[in-house]
């Protein structure tokens, strides 16, 4: 049965799939033409998802399809006007200006330790040429509508390579930063990681809003990250999306992970009208750990949605969530996450756990983890909560002096602030619960 597709929707395809002509015009790779020729044809019969699709149920994007973003070269941005961005502890620093690395405002990436490369996608793309790995999952990514929208808009993202015992001393900070309204910033990156290498990797999505003619403009960021783990590599990832309240965001991230390898990821929503942040995680190796632990606040009328996506494709697998929101005023938070133990994963370990406060009566939580196993051997569960802060907590710290509203800000702000727990580099960890608690004390205004 053919899909139906509403007027509204068609304009918006056609949009992006002109923007798609515009940049195959301007590029020199067949292979990459033809990435985006095929995303034609799939958005074309697809178009984007409504709310009778049982994954977007609860996160609607009409807003998204009535804007019709671009794909525009990125305006001058100064250093003394990212600086606010910058973390306060020592990194490698690598920035993309709507959707584009910038040289001049990143560090000198020439000097980085043997072992370490790093190309911004349009020069990977020519370096490793028409037989690129960029493009190996692609039939994976394309399950996902804003994967599809990621190939058709591909243009630029970074590629990182570690060789076998690589390891770099100083987090990896990647900062992305929109500065115009109407304008999409679709990024591309593929990260790899040799046997026993070792990766800190800290990225922040946010926007530029004294630049804006209008702050009300909306601006929509588009990501699809690649992960490839070898035996015993270690890769720790902390996201932090804290873009203007009228942005979009979307994200999906593909974790391939070898033997005895360790992926620790941090999400940490504050910003944007609608995101949505995707982990597919393929543990396809014997004593494989991942963690995934998230931290989203949401005011007014945003929505944020996280989801992850978990196979346990063989033994002694270990997998735990930690996923936590807080919601006031009108706001919606959506949480899926899904745990898949393939028979052959005998002595799988999985644990997944969302928890939710909600500081109105009108703000909504949609939850749903689910749990898929084929083995006989395992020990999984999972489990969620919902509910506004229990009213003997508050007695309790008013009991010892403490006013009631303070006493509310003390325990949402030990709620949230749990999943960042996770995060071993205290220098990263501190930083993160700053941004954390930045964002609650604007809600307790």
Not at 246 to 274: C, E, M
Not at 358 to 365: E, Q, Y
Not at 374 to 393: E, F, L, M, R, T
Not at 411 to 428: G, M, Q, R, W, Y
Request: aromatic share 8%; proline share 2%; glycine share 4%.
């Amino acid at each position: 049965m053919q899909r139906k597709i509403s007027p509204v929707a068609k304009q918006a395809v056609a949009h992006y799939i002109a923007q798609s002509e515009l940049l195959n015009e301007k590029c020199n790779s067949s292979a990459l033409q033809q990435v985006r020729k095929q995303a034609q044809a799939l958005l074309t019969e697809q178009a984007f998802p409504t709310q009778r699709d049982e994954n977007w149920q609860y996160t609607r994007l009409t807003g998204f399809v009535q804007n019709h973003f671009d794909i525009k070269p990125a305006i001058p941005v100064t250093s003394e006007q990212i600086r606010q961005f910058m973390p306060d502890f020592p990194v490698i620093m690598v920035v993309f200006v709507d959707g584009w690395f910038n040289e001049g405002l990143s560090d000198d990436l020439e000097s980085l330790p043997n072992g370490v490369i790093y190309e911004s996608f349009r020069d990977a793309v020519d370096i490793v040429g028409e037989s690129s790995k960029l493009y190996d999952r692609e039939q994976e990514i394309n399950k996902e509508p804003f994967g599809i929208l990621n190939s058709l808009l591909m243009a630029d993202g970074f590629y990182l390579q570690l060789a076998n015992n690589a390891s770099l001393e100083l987090p990896f900070f990647v900062l992305h930063i929109q500065t115009r309204g109407n304008q999409m910033s679709n990024v591309r990156n593929r990260i790899e990681l040799g046997e026993n290498a070792e990766l800190t990797l800290v990225e922040r999505y946010v926007s530029l809003v004294d630049t804006f003619e209008d702050e009300n403009l909306s601006a929509c960021t588009n990501v699809v990250t690649e992960i490839e783990l070898s035996k015993y590599a270690r890769f720790k990832q902390v996201v932090m999306q804290e873009q203007n309240d009228n942005a979009f965001y979307f994200n999906n991230q593909f974790i391939d992970q070898a033997d005895n390898s360790n992926f620790n990821t941090f999400y940490g929503a504050l910003g944007s009208q609608l995101s949505r942040h995707q982990n597919h995680i393929f543990m396809n190796g014997e004593h494989i750990e991942s963690q995934q632990n998230s931290a989203c606040l949401a005011k007014d009328n945003q929505t944020v949605d996280s989801r992850t996506d978990t196979q346990h494709n063989d033994v002694w697998g270990n997998s735990q969530q930690l996923h936590k929101y807080v919601l006031t005023d009108s706001a919606v938070g959506v949480f899926n996450g899904m745990i898949r133990v393939d028979q052959k994963a005998q002595k799988t370990d999985g644990q997944m756990d969302n928890k939710n406060l909600l500081l109105s009566d009108v703000a909504k939580m949609d939850t749903k983890p689910q749990l898929e196993i084929y083995a006989d051997d395992v020990k999984c569960s999972h489990g969620s909560a919902s509910g506004q802060i229990d009213k003997n907590q508050i007695f309790y710290l008013q009991a010892r002096g403490i006013r009631r509203a303070e006493a509310i800000k003390m325990i949402t702000h030990a709620f949230l602030l749990e999943p960042a727990e996770s995060i071993t580099n205290d220098k990263v960890r501190h930083w993160v619960t700053d941004r954390l608690s930045a964002g609650l004390a604007s809600i307790h205004q």
